[in-house]
């Protein structure tokens, strides 16, 4: 497994990992986005030194992890659905987050795959707030 900076080439892949029902559900923001104004964030994201966006590939693409950067470094991750319930979110976040930080990640209390995954890649819960559980990896 590896991991590899998202190019524009990813577009499709990203859009349709970003839409799929139980990844808006448990995303900080739920609405759908429409192809367009996706592009238009991609293209923005690439540009940002603020942000990495990041491919987990084995052979076929598994997910992708997002690092935004601010006085920490928040962290998200979505799953290809069909890699999903296979134990692959917490090594790609271990390895995403390897020898960095501070990292911090904002998960839905009913997200309960996430937390373990977070977790076991070292993250440890510190608040609620705002309707979001809040981890740090120091
Ligand atoms: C959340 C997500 C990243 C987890 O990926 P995953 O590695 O496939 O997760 P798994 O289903 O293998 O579950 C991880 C762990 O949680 C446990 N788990 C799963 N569902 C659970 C539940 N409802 N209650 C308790 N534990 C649960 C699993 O048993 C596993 O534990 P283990 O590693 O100790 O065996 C993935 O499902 C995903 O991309 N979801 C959509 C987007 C999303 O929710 N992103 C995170 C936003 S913070």
New binding site residues.
């Given amino acids: 497994m590896r991991l590899r900076p998202a190019t524009i080439e990813d577009a499709r892949l990203l859009f349709d990992w970003r839409n799929d029902p139980?990844?808006r559900a448990?995303?900080v923001r739920r609405d759908p986005v429409a192809w367009e104004d996706h592009l238009a964030w991609l293209e923005a994201s690439l540009g940002s030194p603020l942000r990495r966006i990041l491919i987990a590939e084995d052979g076929v693409p598994l997910?992708t992890v997002r690092l935004d950067r601010d006085i920490r470094t928040e962290v998200?991750?979505?799953?290809a659905p069909a890699?999903?319930?296979?134990?692959?979110?917490?090594p790609i976040l271990r390895l995403a987050t390897e020898g960095r930080g501070p990292f911090v990640?904002?998960?839905?209390p009913d997200?309960?795959?996430?937390r373990?995954?977070f977790e076991?890649a070292g993250f440890a819960f510190t608040h609620h707030a705002d309707g979001m559980d809040w981890f740090l990896k120091p």
């Fill in positions: 139980v990844t448990m995303s997910g998200s991750i979505t799953l890699a999903r319930g296979h134990g692959r979110a917490a990640a904002r998960i839905r997200n309960a795959a996430s373990r995954a076991a």
